[in-house]
C-alpha cells in the first residue's frame, strides 16, 4: 500500500501551506538512464529554446511528438530523434504511456507527450556530482595508459582507479546523488512549471495556471514515498488538488502557489536527508538510510534495498562466482560496481542494470525491460538481454547482446566488440515476457555512437572535442563465437532449451562447425589406441585447459583450445604417437 500523506502546517502561520510529512525524492531514472551526450540537446537557456516546441505542438489535436517532427524542430537527425523518444520511453513514469507500450515500429509515429518530451528535454543541462576525491580532471589524468588525445580527461573514473582505493568511499552516496538532483530542481523550478503552464486570458496577475493532469507530469521528475513508480500520485499529495472530485475536472491552481508550496516541500527534503547523511557520518546510521544498501558487498551475499525504488547492490565480488536469481532481489534494479576477476549471474526479470567500474569479469544480466548501462569497465565480457543498452568510456570489452533497439556507444571507448546473445537459463523466456522484450528482434550489431565528450559529467574537457564521435564496437568473428553454459543450479523447471534469440547464419555455421569438430574430438579419444589411465590423464588434461579457457585467465589455455576445435585430427595423431 501506498504510504499515508498526512499535511502538517505550522500553527502561528494560518496562511502557511501544507507541507507533506511524507519525504519528496527525486526520480533516479531520468537522471540515470535519460541523459544523451548529444550537444544540440543541451540548451544554455532552455525555456527560450524549448518555448517553440511547446507553441507548435500545444493544441489539444497536437499534444503528441513523433520524430520527424522533433529531428525537424531541434535541427537533429532522425536517427537521434529516435533515439531521444526511445530514451524518454525507458524512463519515463507512466507504464500507460502509449510510448511505453509501442511495437519497435511504432515508436517514430507514436511519438512522444510533449510535457513528457519538455522535461525530459530541459534534464538534459544536468551534471552529474564530481566524485569526492577529485575537484577536476586534471587529478585523475594519470588513471589509464595513454592511449587517447582525450585520455585524463574522460576517464574519471576507470576500473584501475576504483581497484586502486578498493573502496567506494570516492562515489557519492545515494543521498548525496538525491540531494544534488533535488538541489538541480529547486533551481530550475520556475522554469520548469512555466514550460508546464497554461495562460489565462484576462488575468492579470495571475495569467499561468497549472491543471491538475499537467501537474501530474512532473512525476517524470519527483514522486513522493519509497514505492517507486507505485507510490502516492502527485495530486493527492498536493493540497490544491488533493480533494478534487474524481468525476469532474480540478480548477488549474496559479503556479505561484504550485512554486511555492513545491520550494518549500523540496526545502524539508533536503534537510531531512542532511540530517541522514550527518547523523551517518556521525557513526548513528538511521535503519532507514538509504545507503544502507551501499555497504561493501561480500561475495555471498547481494545488498538488498530497503526501499523499493533503492536498488540493490552487487559490489566488491573478487576472484568468485556470485550467483541471484529472482527470489533473491528485492529490487527490480541492479547495480553491479567494481567487481573483478569474477563471473557474476543475475538471473532475474529487471527495469534497470547498471554496470560500473568492473574489470576481467563476465556478467550475465537476465531479462532488463527499461534500459542497462555499462560504463568505466575493463576486459570485461557482457551477456545481456534487454530493451536497450548503452556503453560508456569501456576498454577491451565483449558484449554478447539481445536487444530490441541500437547499442548505444558514449564517450571514451577503445578495442570494443558485440555479438549475438550466447546463452540462456531455464526461465529466460518466462522473464523476457514479463519484462516486454522481443526475442525475434536483436539488433545487436546496428551501434550507434555518438559524442565522445560527456556534457553531464561536471569535468573540463580540452577545446575542440566537443563534436568527436565515439568510437563504436566491432563484430566479434564468427569463429571466435561460443556458447556460455549457465548451470541449472536451483533446480527450477526448465521451461527455455535454447537461446531464444535467433543467431545470424555466420555464428550459427560457426556454431555447427565447432559441434562437429567436439563430435570428431570425442569419436577419435574413445577409438585411440590408449590404456585407460592414459585416457583419463588426457581427459583431465583437457577439461583443465577448457576450465581455463572460459574464465580468461590462460593466454595458452585460449590457443590450446582454439587448436583443438581448428585441427582435431592433428591433435589426436600428437596425442596418439606421443604415446607410443
Known sequence: ?????????????????PIPTAILHPRREPFEHGLLTIQKLIFNDPVQALTPLKQKFASPSTQRVDSAALAELLQISFDHSRL?????????????????????????????????????LYIQSYKRLLPRSHKDSAAVADVWPSMSAFDGYLSALSPLQLVRSNSRRFMPSLADEEAHQLSYLQKHLANILSLLSEHV???????????????????FL???GDKGSEGVPLSQAAPFFANSDPDMPAAPVPVSQVHDWLLQTIASSLESITEKVSAKENGSPSGSDQDVAMADASP?????????????FVEGVSKSSYVKQASDLNSSSVKVINCHDSTIYILAPLRYAI?????????????????????????????????????????????FLGVNQRPLFVGDNHKLQVAPYNTYYSQLEEHLTEVGI?????????????????PHDSLSHPAGVSDAQSESATCLDPDQFTNFLIPNWFENESTTKDNPFPLPDAYMTSQHRNKKNLSEIKQMLREAPLEENRKRELSSALHVYFKDWLYGKSIISIFIVKFIFTFPYVVVFIIVYSRL
Not at 555471498?300 to 540493490?312: E, G, I, L, T
Not at 551501434?447 to 565528450?453: H, K, T
Request: with cysteine.
Open 222 to 224: 519527483i514522486q513522493f
Open 438 to 454: 522481443v526475442s525475434t528482434i536483436n539488433r545487436w550489431d546496428e551501434a550507434l555512437s555518438i559524442s565522445v565528450i560527456d
Open 84 to 120: 531521444v523518444l526511445e530514451t524518454l520511453a525507458s524512463v519515463l513514469h507512466s507504464e500507460s504511456d502509449p510510448l511505453v507500450t509501442a511495437l519497435p515500429d511504432d515508436v517514430d509515429s507514436i511519438g512522444a507527450d510533449l510535457r513528457d518530451l519538455i522535461l525530459f
Open 1 to 17: 500500500m501506498a504510504e499515508p500523506i498526512e499535511p502538517s502546517t505550522s500553527s502561528s502561520d494560518p496562511n502557511s501551506i
Open 201 to 219: 486570458e484576462g488575468e492579470s496577475e495571475e495569467s499561468l495556471v497549472l491543471t491538475m493532469e499537467g501537474f501530474e507530469h512532473l512525476g
Open 300 to 312: 555471498s551475499s547481494a545488498k538488498a534495498s530497503p526501499s523499493a525504488r533503492s536498488p540493490c
Open 355 to 399: 554496470i560500473y567500474g568492473c574489470s576481467d569479469a563476465t556478467i550475465v544480466l537476465g531479462a532488463v525491460g527499461k534500459a542497462v548501462r555499462v560504463e568505466h569497465c575493463e576486459r570485461v565480457h557482457v551477456i545481456i538481454a534487454a530493451k536497450r543498452v548503452c556503453i560508456a568510456n569501456c576498454r577491451e570489452c565483449v558484449f
